[in-house]
């Protein structure tokens, strides 16, 4: 599809693309609307199941943003060249999807109206009150960080902000783990090791959407990334891929082994309908197997596009893993008396069902449109494709350390 | 001596006598008071962190399918929406019953706010909507709740709920909104007034005492010093103002 030569097509493509993530995010905004006039009844969510699928979405976007960030910090912060080129595309995902998580988050609020009353009030004992800080300092860094790369007359500050960008990214994800991490109260969460997984799975689903977007850029300016700088990026990718399934069986095993959680894990892994199904299909199988067959088996990783799609498998396996996370970390009743079956007019011992409506699913589908409409906009006004200085990069060993 | 000077002689004395009997009858109707509850709290005068308001309840008496206590709450606190699927109503009390999987002996409870003293709604709720009252009484600030249920993922007794929809027919007393979390209040508009909360009062067992946990006199400490009695998940050590006897 490339439109070098037609630039009427391209233009009217942009249009076409810009239409349809304005339209994506309208009906969000729409949905918003009626939520916030009609309450939360018109959702499917209720007070069993809190969280639903504004929140996988928001979550999703919210964590690949920082991971997204990575990509600019191996090249400003651990100096590997072929990074370098990549950071300003890697910064405006991380702005641009932080954006539309938030905006997903604020607005399924019971009281969206209330914005102002949520930066004016802090608790500083709360993992959202740090959020409320670590959200807006993170666009102030990157966007400072962005600067430093896109103006000639600040690039000398780049590495600093980079470094900056950087242990402000960890910090965040840290505080979106811990969300659930410190829930005590919940056998689905509780656990120390829920904050450094959502790290890793932040590096995986973060580099997995920088690689569709660079792919699709390239592909719209009719160029071919160079197969070796396509090959580190999809060997790191693998890495990424196997250390979060790593973290995911540990927490899994956690809660097995230490917390004794087996009620709570037979149903999430084995009993549970349709958790099990996601889980061991769409994460491990689609999100985890697949791709790493598609990136390190020799003969199919060599064949263009197999990196493509196994970051699309990755990303589809992230919706798999944070919807069987927190749907399901909630459709299972709490154990307040161990050793009694429990019944009560409120879900007491009872595994619950999670029926998404339409205004929470247009809600959490327009986190998606505002991010691309965002990045449509971004990549055409300013310099983001990723330009690499082939000549330079083999006369520096950059391509083969 | 004069008419006037008799008739402020007797004004004296009146008052001197009424006087006395205020000083000597006081305590004794205080105690009254507190063995009730505890004494009506004056207009702009602060929660005072002397009291620690706690609940017992005796599962032993309490029967399964009588839902009074569930009742009276939603009658006093106005909760009187209809929603199509339960679980978006409000819940500030429910009926528990429950069965031991081994012997089979079964226990009826009601489940409400515990009123932990470290609550962990309170320390998860970003803006500090959720609060503890210095008498130990866990509320939600309507005017700064933004509704944005963490409090309720962080609750383990789910004893939260958010409203769903918008309401009509509200009790002035008991402010409620749509998009706002809320929970049990121990009824605190009544406890302020020296009264008990409502679904003690409408217990027609008896089988739940409410009073002051930090004054060894009230008949709830009494009460707790003579039996035995539990704590929901007493492994989160969260030292919950309401306690269970018999299970």
């Given at each position: 599809?490339?439109?070098?030569?037609?630039?009427?097509?391209?233009?009217?493509?942009?249009?076409?693309?810009?239409?349809?993530?304005?339209?994506?995010?309208?009906?969000?905004?729409?949905?918003?609307?009626?939520?916030?006039?009609?309450?939360?009844?018109?959702?499917?969510?209720?007070?069993?199941?809190?969280?639903?699928?504004?929140?996988?979405?928001?979550?999703?976007?919210?964590?690949?943003?920082?991971?997204?960030?990575?990509?600019?910090?191996?090249?400003?912060?651990?100096?590997?060249?072929?990074?370098?080129?990549?950071?300003?595309?890697?910064?405006?995902?991380?702005?641009?999807?932080?954006?539309?998580?938030?905006?997903?988050?604020?607005?399924?609020?019971?009281?969206?109206?209330?914005?102002?009353?949520?930066?004016?009030?802090?608790?500083?004992?709360?993992?959202?009150?740090?959020?409320?800080?670590?959200?807006?300092?993170?666009?102030?860094?990157?966007?400072?960080?962005?600067?430093?790369?896109?103006?000639?007359?600040?690039?000398?500050?780049?590495?600093?902000?980079?470094?900056?960008?950087?242990?402000?990214?960890?910090?965040?994800?840290?505080?979106?783990?811990?969300?659930?991490?410190?829930?005590?109260?919940?056998?689905?969460?509780?656990?120390?090791?829920?904050?450094?997984?959502?790290?890793?799975?932040?590096?995986?689903?973060?580099?997995?959407?920088?690689?569709?977007?660079?792919?699709?850029?390239?592909?719209?300016?009719?160029?071919?990334?160079?197969?070796?700088?396509?090959?580190?990026?999809?060997?790191?990718?693998?890495?990424?891929?196997?250390?979060?399934?790593?973290?995911?069986?540990?927490?899994?095993?956690?809660?097995?082994?230490?917390?004794?959680?087996?009620?709570?894990?037979?149903?999430?892994?084995?009993?549970?309908?349709?958790?099990?199904?996601?889980?061991?299909?769409?994460?491990?199988?689609?999100?985890?197997?697949?791709?790493?067959?598609?990136?390190?088996?020799?003969?199919?990783?060599?064949?263009?596009?197999?990196?493509?799609?196994?970051?699309?498998?990755?990303?589809?396996?992230?919706?798999?893993?944070?919807?069987?996370?927190?749907?399901?970390?909630?459709?299972?009743?709490?154990?307040?008396?161990?050793?009694?079956?429990?019944?009560?007019?409120?879900?007491?011992?009872?595994?619950?069902?999670?029926?998404?409506?339409?205004?929470?699913?247009?809600?959490?589908?327009?986190?998606?449109?505002?991010?691309?409409?965002f990045v449509t906009i971004g990549v055409r006004i300013f310099k983001f494709l990723p330009q690499d200085d082939l000549a330079k990069l083999e006369g520096?060993?950059?391509?083969?350390? | 001596?004069?008419?006037?000077?008799?008739?402020?002689?007797?004004?004296?004395?009146?008052?001197?006598?009424?006087?006395?009997?205020?000083?000597?009858?006081?305590?004794?109707?205080?105690?009254?008071?507190?063995?009730?509850?505890?004494?009506?709290?004056?207009?702009?005068?602060?929660?005072?962190?002397?009291?620690?308001?706690?609940?017992?309840?005796?599962?032993?008496?309490?029967?399964?399918?009588?839902?009074?206590?569930?009742?009276?709450?939603?009658?006093?606190?106005?909760?009187?929406?209809?929603?199509?699927?339960?679980?978006?109503?409000?819940?500030?009390?429910?009926?528990?019953?429950?069965?031991?999987?081994?012997?089979?002996?079964?226990?009826?409870?009601?489940?409400?706010?515990?009123?932990c003293e470290h609550p962990p709604c309170v320390d998860v709720c970003p803006t500090g909507a959720s609060m503890k009252r210095a008498d130990g009484i866990?509320?939600?600030?309507?005017?700064?709740?933004?509704?944005?249920?963490?409090?309720?993922?962080?609750?383990?007794?789910?004893?939260?709920?958010?409203?769903?929809?918008?309401?009509?027919?509200?009790?002035?007393?008991?402010?409620?909104?749509?998009?706002?979390?809320?929970?049990?209040?121990?009824?605190?508009?009544?406890?302020?007034?020296?009264?008990?909360?409502?679904?003690?009062?409408?217990?027609?067992?008896?089988?739940?005492?409410?009073?002051?946990?930090?004054?060894?006199?009230?008949?709830?400490?009494?009460?707790?010093?003579?039996?035995?009695?539990?704590?929901?998940?007493?492994?989160?050590?969260?030292?919950?103002?309401?306690?269970?006897?018999?299970?």
């Open positions: 599809m490339a439109f070098a030569q037609n630039p009427r097509a391209e233009e009217r493509m942009f249009y076409l693309l810009v239409a349809l993530g304005g339209l994506v995010t309208a009906a969000g905004l729409g949905a918003a609307l009626y939520m916030e006039h009609a309450g939360h009844v018109v959702t499917g969510m209720n007070n069993q199941i809190v969280w639903g699928l504004p929140h996988v979405f928001a979550i999703f976007l919210i964590v690949a943003a920082s991971g997204v960030l990575n990509v600019a910090s191996i090249g400003s912060v651990f100096g590997k060249a072929v990074y370098k080129p990549r950071a300003p595309l890697s910064g405006l995902l991380a702005l641009t999807m932080l954006a539309g998580g938030l905006a997903v988050i604020m607005l399924d609020l019971g009281r969206a109206d209330r914005l102002i009353v949520a930066m004016t009030h802090f608790n500083p004992t709360s993992v959202f009150g740090w959020n409320v800080i670590l959200y807006p300092g993170f666009f102030a860094i990157v966007g400072l960080y962005l600067w430093t790369l896109m103006d000639r007359a600040m690039n000398p500050y780049a590495k600093p902000a980079g470094i900056a960008a950087f242990l402000w990214r960890l910090i965040l994800t840290t505080g979106t783990g811990s969300i659930f991490g410190f829930l005590v109260a919940r056998q689905a969460y509780q656990s120390a090791v829920i904050a450094p997984m959502f790290i890793i799975l932040s590096f995986c689903w973060g580099l997995a959407v920088f690689l569709i977007v660079q792919k699709v850029m390239y592909a719209w300016n009719g160029l071919e990334l160079d197969m070796r700088i396509r090959n580190r990026l999809k060997n790191l990718l693998g890495v990424f891929v196997a250390a979060a399934a790593y973290f995911v069986a540990v927490y899994h095993l956690t809660n097995l082994y230490f917390a004794k959680e087996m009620a709570f894990e037979r149903f999430i892994l084995l009993e549970g309908g349709l958790f099990p199904f996601l889980f061991w299909g769409g994460y491990v199988f689609l999100g985890t197997l697949l791709p790493l067959i598609l990136l390190y088996v020799p003969a199919i990783s060599r064949v263009r596009g197999s990196a493509f799609l196994a970051s699309l498998l990755v990303i589809l396996g992230a919706f798999a893993f944070l919807y069987v996370f927190i749907i399901g970390g909630q459709v299972f009743p709490l154990d307040l008396f161990p050793g009694y079956e429990v019944t009560s007019s409120f879900m007491d011992g009872k595994i619950d069902s999670y029926a998404p409506r339409w205004p929470e699913i247009l809600l959490a589908v327009s986190g998606l449109g505002m991010t691309f409409l520096s060993g950059a391509l083969h350390d | 001596m004069t008419g006037s000077q008799e008739k402020s002689r007797r004004t004296f004395l009146a008052a001197t006598v009424a006087g006395f009997g205020a000083v000597a009858l006081a305590p004794g109707l205080h105690l009254i008071a507190l063995s009730h509850a505890g004494a009506p709290r004056a207009a702009g005068e602060p929660a005072s962190s002397k009291v620690r308001w706690g609940m017992l309840i005796d599962t032993t008496k309490c029967a399964s399918g009588c839902d009074a206590c569930v009742k009276a709450c939603n009658t006093e606190n106005g909760i009187n929406e209809t929603v199509a699927d339960a679980r978006q109503g409000s819940q500030w009390i429910r009926k528990i019953d429950l069965k031991d999987q081994k012997t089979g002996r079964t226990h009826s409870l009601p489940m409400l706010c515990q009123h866990v509320l939600v600030d309507r005017h700064i709740c933004i509704g944005c249920r963490y409090c309720m993922m962080a609750c383990p007794f789910k004893a939260r709920s958010l409203v769903h929809q918008p309401l009509t027919e509200q009790n002035p007393e008991v402010p409620r909104g749509v998009g706002c979390v809320e929970s049990c209040t121990f009824c605190v508009h009544r406890v302020d007034k020296g009264q008990q909360p409502a679904c003690v009062e409408a217990c027609p067992e008896g089988a739940m005492v409410f009073g002051d946990l930090n004054d060894p006199k009230s008949a709830i400490s009494l009460r707790l010093a003579q039996e035995a009695s539990t704590q929901v998940r007493a492994d989160l050590k969260l030292n919950q103002g309401v306690r269970y006897q018999g299970i």
